[in-house]
């Protein structure tokens, strides 16, 4: 009975999260095993976007973030769930299924690779949707073209290995469930600037990107 009340509530939750923006709601970062830092960029990150679509995008989200453990009930509070980290990410059997629920049930994810988490996040992600594999997204799908237009898709934050940013995404029966930025690094471009010290354009970029994320994960994948 507690696993059909699980996958039952976020039907009914998130639902009503694609028809209006509610009065007031959370977004969450991933708390997640294997020795990865998951609170890579815990302090401002998250923070600074939520600021940028409460002004932006008129939202009412909670000014601080929340923290979800994979495998808690509690991600299920959030229609939104964000994770990242340079290292190892290990989902337990019992952390998968949950996951799997969440995101069936309506749920998001947004995963920023934050350099050095591409080898290990993929095969996790099968243990969550066997049957998925991450496509790249083209680059005039709905998730980049929201409030903020971009034509080319993602945009370069952070150099890394001097590739081309690519945007991957599981997609579950025509819904795309999971976000994933690979040579990017959004999350870190969300960052105060004394941070990484990032130009306010590149800081602009990534926040009206994140923006972009936000606004398709909660308002029915239109372009508003």
């Keep these: ?16 999260f694609k028809k209006q923006f509610p009065s007031s709601y959370q977004i969450a970062l991933l708390k997640y095993n294997g020795g990865g ?13 939520i600021k940028f679509c ?19 009930v509690e991600i299920f509070n959030y229609p939104l769930v964000h994770m990242t980290g340079h290292g190892n990410v290990i989902f337990s059997s019992q952390e ?29 992600l099968k243990k969550v949707f066997p049957e998925l594999d991450l496509v790249e997204l083209p680059f005039n799908h709905p998730i980049y073209h929201q409030k903020f237009d971009f034509p080319n898709g993602l945009p370069k934050i952070h ?25 990017c690094d959004l999350g870190d471009g969300w960052e105060s600037f004394e941070v990484h010290k990032n130009s306010e ?23 508003k």
Aim: one cysteine or more; aromatic letters at 14%.
């Design 1 to 16: 009975m507690k696993k059909i009340f699980l996958i039952l509530f976020p039907l009914i939750v998130f639902t009503s």
């Design 37 to 49: 830092d998951w609170y890579a960029n815990l302090e401002t990150s998250l923070p600074n976007l």
């Design 54 to 72: 409460n002004t932006n995008l008129k939202t009412s989200i909670n000014p601080e973030q929340a923290i979800a453990d994979a495998g808690s």
């Design 96 to 124: 998968a299924e949950n996951l799997r629920n969440y995101l069936i049930g309506g749920g998001f994810l947004h995963i920023s690779d934050n350099y050095g988490m591409d080898n290990f996040i993929r095969p996790q």
């Design 159 to 183: 150099e890394h290995d001097n590739k081309t940013p690519q945007g991957f995404g599981l997609i579950y029966k025509g819904r795309l469930v999971c976000f994933y930025d690979y040579e």
């Design 201 to 223: 354009e590149t800081r602009t970029k990534a926040l009206k990107m994140g923006a972009n994320i936000v606004n398709y994960a909660f308002t029915g994948f239109e372009r």
